[in-house]
């Protein structure tokens, strides 16, 4: 199975391209795309909510949504906080955006590697970033005495910590994200991206939402979109005491939320049992698909408490060829992480999928490596040939003179060396 894929895509923005991008540049089989790049929750919404969704798609596109304070009372009223310490947006990274604007007058501390918006928005607006390496040493675990030293040196005024993080998966504990506000309780701002939070297993209550509420320079970002499998009706929203999630509403448009985010936060509080569902199917596996990577010798595979994983290939091997290889001859998509910041082309970074779709990606990278080795393979043999060995005889074309010369005793049939 081959596609043509235009690899022009991948080298026009420091984030993956648009599933849309790829379908159109591959045609039919564009739609046949097996996605481990974006991280969406395979299992929700179920195939019952969108046959709802379907059967009130003409109301839902043809009328005006609600204001963003009714949908967000509404969100309110799911999760159990007040409405008045929540800012719904048009997906998470316009609530990083207005942060940058409203509360960024300086400088930012961010570990990296992370999500790249957290270091390009602020630069793109000529703020200072202090940016905090992670150690592949230490399997990118993130040091919270060690960060904290670092914003103290730096003078930092924001600090951003990602929990669980983009693109490792790493987890801090909620006692230790407490303890990091209680010290940065003289910043500006803290803020907890938790887009990734309801995946984690580790322990029952990960969440810092509650704190914020209470804090004077605490913000947690919340992503909808990766948690119900829905990027494309971008919604999320932050947390914080009602003077912050305050300014935050006053500054958004009164209707920047659509009809397809209402419908679907009016839809959730009935099918709470189906999410939490899909949240214990996704962590099953991750467990099975990491098991199932770890089995292939040229990869390591890192923990991770998120709904993806990230991998590294062994010395020598490049994600984007393997990238090109598993999307082209295998109809598979992969995030290769050699455009984010503290990363190189070794590491891949692989969505949390069904059993049936990890399958074509292990036989895709497998089937990588074997061409890799067999390519290896002749170019060495073709370099241990002593350069004063005889040159073998040219065949020469056939003609009417009479048959080719024989190489090695046997008749040629006319196969150039």
């Not at 990230?310 to 999307?327: C, F, N, P, T």
Request: proline share 7%; hydrophobic share 40%; with cysteine.
């Amino acid at each position: 199975m081959r596609h043509s894929v235009d690899a022009r895509l991948f080298q026009q923005t420091a984030h993956s391209p648009s599933y849309f991008e790829l379908s159109r540049s591959m045609g039919e089989h564009g739609r046949q795309l097996i996605d481990f790049c974006i991280p969406c929750n395979p299992y929700f919404p179920t195939k019952g909510m969108f046959e709802e969704l379907a059967g009130n798609l003409e109301n839902i596109l043809k009328f005006y949504p609600s204001d963003a304070d009714t949908i967000t009372g509404q969100l309110a009223r799911v999760i159990g906080l007040n409405p008045s310490t929540i800012a719904m947006s048009n997906g998470s990274t316009e609530l990083i955006t207005w942060m940058d604007h409203l509360w960024v007058t300086e400088s930012i501390a961010i570990p990296i590697p992370t999500f790249g918006r957290w270091t390009d928005q602020p630069m793109e607006t000529g703020k200072r970033v202090d940016m905090f390496p992670l150690q592949e040493r230490d399997a990118f675990e993130l040091d919270i005495d060690r960060y904290i030293a670092f914003i103290r040196s730096r003078g930092s005024r924001v600090a951003v910590l990602c929990n669980p993080n983009n693109p490792d998966g790493g987890y801090l504990p909620q006692r230790e994200i407490i303890r990091f506000l209680d010290e940065l309780a003289d910043l500006d701002l803290v803020v907890i991206d938790e887009s990734f939070i309801d995946f984690v297993d580790a322990e029952q209550y990960p969440s810092v939402a509650a704190e914020a509420t209470i804090r004077p320079n605490v913000v947690v970002l919340k992503s909808l979109g990766k948690n119900f499998g829905l990027h494309g009706i971008r919604f999320g929203y932050l947390v914080a005491n009602p003077g912050l999630a305050g300014m935050m509403r006053k500054t958004l448009p009164k209707w920047n939320l659509n009809s397809l985010a209402e419908a679907i936060v009016f839809m959730l509080k009935e099918h709470r049992n189906e999410y939490d569902e899909s949240l214990r199917m996704l962590a099953h596996d991750r467990f099975s698909m990491g098991v199932e990577l770890a089995r292939l010798p040229e990869l390591s595979v890192f923990s991770s408490q998120a709904n993806f994983l990230l991998v590294k290939l062994a010395d020598g091997i490049d994600g984007g060829e393997l990238r090109d290889h598993l999307i082209s001859q295998h109809g598979v998509l992969v995030r290769e992480c050699g455009n984010k910041l503290g990363m190189s082309s070794q590491f891949l970074r692989l969505v949390v999928r069904p059993p049936q779709d990890v399958t074509p990606l292990v036989e895709g990278i497998r089937s990588f490596m074997v061409s890799r080795w067999r390519t290896e393979n002749r170019v060495s043999a073709l370099h241990s040939i002593p350069p004063d060995a005889p040159e073998l005889p040219r065949p020469r074309t056939p003609d009417a003179s009479g048959p080719m010369p024989s190489i090695n005793g046997h008749r040629s049939r006319g196969r150039h060396r």
